[in-house]
């Protein structure tokens, strides 16, 4: 890097967009990736170390010595973090990239460094894209989007000078009118373009880099564990929309199963890990079972966020899923998970009864896994064989022990029996768990085939948005029996509502941001190839819907036909008032082009403008063909000293003004000082 | 059929044209890689970064559009054109009529072999600048048509745009002074009885008056004509009576020794205009330019300029 070469355009507004844009890429990483944070505040300081060396315009000779030893600490410290720390590629990259960018903000630049710069915040751009879905990031994106922009201009600025233009001061206004259209404009063709690109996923050279990271839970056991953290958690698990649910029904009333478990040992459930079966997929759309006839069916759309496990969370008993999900297996107990072990935010649409559809086959083919006790729980029958006595058929037996726990059993998550005896005999206290748990156990006793099933019951319904937010404080567990051929959900524990200790309703405010979350995750997050193909469809449907109103408007006795007179001054108005305005805008625009030069000769620059506003002061007005030459000599003829300075100033203002090219930046500066040095003499009291 | 082919494609071509820097080139590329990342992966917000990259060379073309549409340039000659010698033409970009600024301009001049750049860096909405062009014509004569290209790198240095700019701008390179001594070979003896030609005040009576030539005195302008006339006027005696110079040039005559004999009649045309004779110019026995007349410097020098070998004037005919 050579000492001599002309630093960025430091035209203020632009050259603080310019550093604007770093930072925002700096900005980005911090607050939406894990990137190290030792090495994130390590660029901060070089940055605002830079910012201070530049503004003082400091030759960092010293620095650059450092280059090589400081790019080289960078590679070590990525080398280490990829064998001692993280272990990870990419976040070893990202170390390297941080080093390097922080040495090029501590040192001069010029307008390739300044490109090289934005490169580097473009890549962390990338870096945040590739690794977030947070809605912080669309912020981020217009904000960034306004800055590229001004930052571009600037650097284009930057290299016109170093092609020897003088640095002109930009007009603020003017800048801040052109980032607002940059970033408003940008906004809208990048809105455009998002949604017309058609989505291929092809995914031949990496997998997809979104995180997988997300809730836990829905593991293989489920025991009477602690809850309470799990009920304090307000954080959103789904939001799901219902475009058809059958009349009557609540959405808050719904059970959003994720795993159901049929194994006790005592203490805990678990699955039972049986053979799983591919789910029969054509494109987007995944049938799970035929649909059997007159059966009316629900619809859900399900937005999931991340989660680090492969479950697929339904509703009641599934039809058909739609979506981009890759493959999706099929338990035999009825659990459906995903290929790949966790997922990033996650839509798609589910097709369910409401009440699963009978069996065709006779009896229950897994009956003895479904009715089988621990050995030794005899008191369990003996509670069973007395809470169901007179009970004739399964359902009877079922709604007789149903209504055994809601004689004298509390709900509770602070004092909980720890084990399910404990519960039915002791203490008659728990929570969903246990009730699920006793309930289960005591209809296996009775001769029921039942099992637990676990995920979320109901949520909070968004008026403005109309759908449901499931939050983790929503988890909850409940009692599946085989009742007249078919799964029924039992659910044992009572309802509290607004009387848990945990309930909490999100305001207003609140409300409207999840909304905004919601929309972002189903518009953006989620956008995918079927959406533009459902979108073009609508769109055609939509075309041909307006020309049959149109061919019906038109057509003998149709609306058009009736009205026409009004029609025709509905329509003829705005058009004989665009061609009024055309005329009068057009005239006006003529006028001016026939006043030839319009506003005449650009204004010269500010020192230029300084200097003949002070010999107007002194009565040397400027008159159409009177120059600033002429001007000046006539002012300077009152003081000889000046002539020097006069002669000197005119050959470079003369250059600049209608030399081939503007000065260069150290001419322009002599320009300017002999204009100031001129105009303050010429003013002088005494001087005329 | 040449000319309609031309015609042809001239009316087929397209009104901009584009290059792409090395910045650009780097952001096109760019802006691949990201494509083929939020292919690969299915990433909407990569889909978001490759829209915003496109939307950004958008702009870019909006932008630029609305910077040089618009924009014209004139270009007229700054001082008279002598053949060998710096000469200057003036080169004015307006944007006149225009409601966006025009940034980073850049005027590209070319005609006979000859290309001169000139920079705008901002000419403000509706605004005009000039700027001073400095170039050495080799020959005399009539130049070739001026062609003129505007191009920006506005606003992202991603691409510059340029388009053609109509100019209906006529060099004409007078012939280059040769200073060797009087021109003896073609200057025939002054004619005693004179002419009308318009220099001294010898005359008494006068006769009338007519537009002022560069050579008049400022003693002799009739200062009431010329403020009823709104310009220079100068008076007309009776019977000057400076002698009129002819000068002879021969044709048909071999084109180098035409040439060096133009550069003498030029030499010479210049020194009578400086002294004020009145002179007569002749080109084998036709007259080429009479002593009489207002404007006998530039039609003197354009007939120099123009004048062949074999009498006639290039593109005039006889």
């Known amino acids: 890097m050579s000492s001599h070469r002309p630093p960025v355009s430091r035209a203020g507004f632009l050259w603080w967009i310019l550093r604007a844009q770093w930072v925002c890429g700096l900005l980005l990483l911090a607050l939406l990736t894990e990137v190290s944070r030792a090495a994130l505040l390590a660029s901060f300081a070089a940055f605002i170390a830079g910012v201070f060396l530049d503004r003082a315009g400091a030759s960092r000779e010293g620095l650059r010595r450092l280059t090589v030893p400081l790019v080289a600490l960078a590679f070590a410290a990525s080398g280490a973090d990829l064998l001692l720390g993280s272990g990870d590629l990419l976040f070893s990259v990202s170390v390297l990239v941080l080093g390097i960018q922080s040495v090029k903000f501590l040192l001069p630049k010029n307008a390739r460094d300044g490109w090289q710069l934005c490169t580097i ?4 751009f990338l870096a945040a894209a590739a690794t977030t879905t947070e809605i912080q990031f669309a912020a981020f994106a217009f904000l960034y989007l306004g800055l590229c922009a001004e930052g571009m201009w600037a650097l284009q600025i930057g290299q016109r000078e170093e092609e020897g233009e003088t640095a002109r001061p930009v007009r603020p206004r003017f800048a801040a009118k052109l980032l607002l259209f940059s970033a408003t404009g940008g906004f809208l063709i990048t809105a455009i373009l998002f949604a017309v690109t058609p989505r291929i996923g092809i995914g031949q050279i990496l997998r997809r880099l979104g995180r997988a990271e997300g809730f836990t839970g829905f593991s293989d056991t489920i025991s009477l564990r602690d809850v309470t953290g799990i009920k304090a958690d307000r954080r959103v698990v789904a939001r799901v929309e219902f475009p058809a649910l059958p009349p009557g029904a609540s959405p808050l009333s719904l059970y959003l199963r994720g795993a159901v478990y049929s194994r006790f040992d005592g203490t805990a459930w678990k699955r039972p890990w049986g053979s799983r079966l591919r789910v029969v997929r054509s494109g987007f759309t995944y049938l799970v079972v035929p649909a059997p006839l007159g059966v009316r069916l629900s619809t859900a759309e399900i937005t999931l966020e991340a989660m680090d496990n492969p479950a697929l969370f339904v509703y009641g008993s599934p039809f058909l899923f ?18 790949q072990p966790g997922h990033t935010a996650l839509r798609y649409r589910l097709q369910f009864f409401h009440e699963a559809p009978r069996s065709r086959i006779a009896g229950f083919p897994r009956e003895r896994e479904y009715l089988e006790l621990p050995s030794g729980w005899d008191d369990i029958r003996a509670l069973a064989a007395k809470v169901t006595a007179g009970g004739s058929s399964d359902a009877e037996r079922a709604e007789l022990a149903l209504r055994h726990f809601r004689t004298g059993y509390r709900y509770t998550l602070i004092d909980p029996a720890f084990s399910v005896r404990e519960f039915l005999f002791a203490k008659r206290a ?94 953006v997050v989620d956008y995918s190839l079927k959406m533009q193909a459902e979108s073009v469809s609508e769109g055609w449907a939509a075309l041909g819907r307006a020309k049959a109103d149109m061919r019906r408007a038109f057509s003998a006795g149709g609306e058009v036909r009736r009205r026409a007179g009004l029609l025709a001054a509905v329509l003829l108005t705005p058009l004989l008032l665009a061609i009024l305005l055309r005329r009068v805008l057009g005239a006006a625009s003529q006028r001016e082009s026939f006043a030839g030069q319009g506003k005449g000769e650009a204004r010269p620059p500010r020192p230029y403008t300084r200097l003949l506003r002070r010999l107007a002061a002194r009565g040397y007005r400027r008159t159409p063909g009177v120059t600033l030459e002429e001007m000046l000599l006539r002012a300077a003829g009152q003081k000889p000293a000046l002539a020097g300075d006069a002669s000197r100033f005119l050959a470079l203002y003369h250059r600049d003004r209608f030399g081939p090219f503007p000065l260069p930046a150290a001419e322009f500066r002599e320009a300017a000082r002999l204009a100031d040095r001129l105009g303050r003499e010429i003013t002088r009291p005494g001087v005329k | 059929m040449k000319g309609a082919l031309s015609g042809f494609r001239g009316k087929f071509r397209l009104p901009r044209r584009l290059r792409v820097t090395t910045e650009g080139k780097g952001f096109l590329l760019l802006t691949l890689g990201v494509g083929a990342a939020a292919i690969n992966t299915g990433n909407n917000l990569l889909y978001i970064a490759l829209s915003m990259n496109l939307s950004l060379i958008i702009l ?45 301009l850049t005027v590209g001049l070319a005609f006979g072999g000859t290309r001169l750049t000139a920079r705008f860096p901002e000419i403000s909405a509706g605004g005009s600048a000039t700027r001073v062009l400095s170039f050495r014509p080799e020959r005399r004569g009539a130049l070739p048509p001026v062609s003129c290209a505007v191009s920006t790198l506005f606003p992202f240095a991603l691409f510059e745009k340029s388009m053609d700019a109509a100019t209906e701008t006529s060099l004409l390179v007078y012939p280059a002074p040769s200073g060797a001594g009087e021109p003896e070979a073609i200057l025939a003896a002054p004619d005693p009885s004179g002419g009308a030609a318009p220099a001294g005040r010898q005359g008494t009576a006068i006769r009338g008056a007519r537009e002022h030539l560069p050579a008049d005195a400022v003693r002799d302008i009739h200062w009431k004509a010329s403020a009823r006339m ?62 009489s007349g207002g404007g006998r410097r530039p039609r003197a020098l354009t007939f120099l300029a123009l004048v062949e070998c074999d009498g006639t004037l290039s593109g005039r005919g006889t």
């Not at chain 1, 739609?322 to 290929?339: A, C, P, V």
């Not at chain 1, 728990?430 to 289960?440: D, S, V």
């Open chain 1, 121 to 124: 915040s473009f890549l962390e």
């Open chain 1, 322 to 339: 739609e979506g981009s999900l890759g493959e999706i297996w099929m338990e035999e107990e009825g659990n459906f998970s995903l290929s």
């Open chain 1, 430 to 523: 728990g929570f969903c768990e246990h009730y699920a748990t006793a309930l289960a156990l005591l209809l296996r006793a009775s001769g029921v085939p039942a099992r637990v099933a676990a995920g979320y019951l109901g949520g909070e319904w968004s008026d403005v948005g109309k759908y449901l937010i499931v939050r983790m404080s929503d988890a909850h567990a409940w009692t599946e029996a085989w009742i007249g051929g078919r799964w029924v959900t039992l659910d044992a524990t009572p309802p509290l509502g607004e009387h848990s200790p945990f309930f909490a309703r999100t305001g207003k405010v609140g409300i409207y941001i999840d909304w905004a979350r919601q929309r972002w995750n189903k518009y």
């Open chain 2, 60 to 104: 870019s073309g909006i932008l630029s559009e609305w910077c040089i549409r618009g924009v014209s340039v004139q270009v007229r000659p700054a001082s008279e054109a002598f053949a060998s010698r710096e000469s200057l033409l003036a080169v004015t970009c307006s944007a006149a009529g225009k409601r966006f600024p025009a940034m980073s």
């Open chain 2, 230 to 291: 709104g310009k220079w006027m100068v008076k007309e005696r009776e019977r000057e009576a400076a002698p009129v110079s002819d000068l002879h040039l021969p044709a048909p005559c071999p084109p180098h020794e035409f040439e060096r004999l133009v550069s003498r009649a030029c030499d010479f045309v210049l020194r009578c205009e400086r002294k004020g004779k009145p002179y007569r110019l002749w080109v084998g026995d036709r007259l080429g330019v009479d002593a």
